[in-house]
């Protein structure tokens, strides 16, 4: 069922701790719970799984249970002990499991989608269940009543989803490549603005309500952050990976960007640091520069075309990488982190389940909130 890793940790990368097996199929979701030495997964073999570390230091399934069609997106409330399981079918599913993680009982299902459920968010203080589907809409329903509480539409597959819980203003990602900012109200909702700079699907988004900033991943290949905060509507590209980036998680306390992509690429941005939006602003063509540099400052990790003037202004220590990369070896579909221990956990359609120590690449104490820097 499941195998320990053991890796001798090395500096500046992650260590892969333990792999997780027993899926049949695609996993679409992980999660570690909160303080304890356990996984909640998800996939589209249709079952939900709690594995829980024994002593011996593998995982092993402590809860499984089959559901009635895949299951697509996940959520879980760790003070309540209450997990909302998306499917294909549209449906999202609560049950609240025991202190001991060994058994998990069915509270009642929302009709909240016609189509499959892409993301899910829980907010305890409204009691809203918030979900986006591949019926192209957000839905809001009421956790007490069960019953639908708004709907809003877009023009394509939602994809994924971002809630700031204390001004009730929702992100939705889409397969068009556009995000859309809404304010979501009791019975309806407003258009706040639409986000467009990507030049593909939505496959990822992360809100920091600290800082105000929107990072959003997509399948072309790049990362977007948008300061929704700031008045001057800043936005700063980040381009490193080789696939579709998949997942983002951003540290806060370190400012800094994790983010995973489908070919298993790990890459650790540096976002404390002043970064330059442009150089000269000019776009150049093959026949006017036949020049290429990296210039990881306007987020550029890889070569890219460049004009003349700029290259001879680029020096080498402009070059200086502000991003680590790493292996995941496996097809990463969905990561999280549990940033208070350091932990990462990705998983994807190879059905396998990593569980990662970040703590070397992340480059503090997260616990103690104490920067190694």
Same mark, same amino acid.
């Given at each position: ?6 890796s001798r940790?090395?500096? #500046? ?5 333990s792999? =997780?097996?027993?899926h !049949?199929?695609? %996993?679409?979701?992980a999660?570690l ?5 356990g996984?909640? $997964? ?10 829980l570390? #024994?002593? &011996?230091? !593998? *995982?092993?399934?402590?809860? *499984?249970?089959?559901?009635?069609s ?6 879980y409330h760790?003070d309540? #002990? ?5 499917q ?7 049950? +609240? ?5 060994n058994k ?9 989608? !016609?189509?499959? %459920? ?7 203080a ?5 979900s986006?589907? +591949?019926d192209k809409?957000?839905s809001?329903?009421? $956790?007490?009543?069960? &019953? ?5 539409y ?17 992100f ?7 995000? $859309? ?7 309806t909702c ?10 593909? @699907? ?8 600290v ?7 997509a399948?072309d290949? @790049?990362?977007?952050m ?12 980040l ?5 579709? =980036?998949q997942?983002i998680?951003y ?5 800094q ?5 489908a070919?298993?690429?790990?890459? =650790?941005w ?6 330059e ?15 290429? &540099? ?7 990790e890889f070569? =890219? #075309?460049?004009?003349?003037?700029c290259?001879?202004?680029?020096k080498?220590?402009?070059?200086? &990488?502000?991003a680590t990369? +790493? ?6 579909? +969905? ?6 221990r ?10 396998i ?14 616990? $103690?909130g104490?920067?190694?820097?």
């Amino acid at each position: 069922m499941a195998a320990e890793i053991h890796s001798r940790p090395q500096s #500046r990368r992650p260590v892969l701790l333990s792999k =997780v097996e027993g899926h !049949q199929d695609a %996993v679409s979701a992980a999660l570690l719970i909160p303080k304890e030495d356990g996984v909640i $997964t998800a996939g589209e073999d249709r079952t939900i799984r709690v594995w829980l570390k #024994r002593d &011996s230091g !593998q *995982y092993w399934p402590s809860i *499984y249970h089959t559901m009635a069609s895949p299951c697509s997106a996940m959520a879980y409330h760790h003070d309540s #002990r209450r997990i909302f399981v998306g499917q294909d079918n549209g449906a999202i599913m609560e049950f +609240h499991i025991s202190e001991d993680f060994n058994k998990m009982n069915f509270v009642k299902t929302y009709p909240a989608h !016609q189509n499959r %459920v892409s993301a899910i968010t829980f907010c305890l203080a409204s009691e809203w269940l918030i979900s986006t589907g +591949h019926d192209k809409c957000i839905s809001w329903m009421c $956790t007490r009543s069960g &019953s639908m509480l708004g709907r809003h539409y877009f023009t394509s597959w939602a994809s994924c989803l971002q809630y700031d819980h204390e001004t009730q203003h929702a992100f939705v990602g889409d397969y068009s490549g556009q995000i $859309t900012l809404l304010k979501l109200e009791q019975n309806t909702c407003s258009v706040i603005t639409t986000l467009k700079g990507h030049e593909g @699907s939505i496959t990822s988004l992360w809100w920091d309500p600290v800082q105000r900033l929107l990072f959003s991943g997509a399948s072309d290949h @790049s990362i977007i952050m948008w300061d929704i905060g700031g008045r001057k509507g800043r936005t700063l590209l980040l381009q490193g990976h080789h696939d579709k =980036v998949q997942a983002i998680c951003y540290i806060q306390l370190t400012r800094q960007l994790v983010s995973c992509s489908a070919d298993g690429g790990i890459a =650790v941005w540096n976002m404390d640091i002043s970064r330059e939006e442009r150089k000269c602003g000019q776009a150049v063509c093959g026949k006017c520069s036949s020049k290429r &540099s990296s210039y990881p400052i306007m987020g550029f990790e890889f070569q =890219v #075309r460049v004009c003349d003037s700029c290259f001879e202004s680029i020096k080498d220590e402009d070059r200086t &990488s502000l991003a680590t990369f +790493h292996e995941g070896k496996h097809n990463i579909s +969905h990561m999280s982190m549990d940033i208070s221990r350091g932990l990462m956990v990705t998983c994807g359609s190879d059905r396998i389940v990593k569980i990662w120590d970040m703590t070397p690449v992340v480059g503090c104490s997260l616990a $103690t909130g104490f920067s190694s820097r």
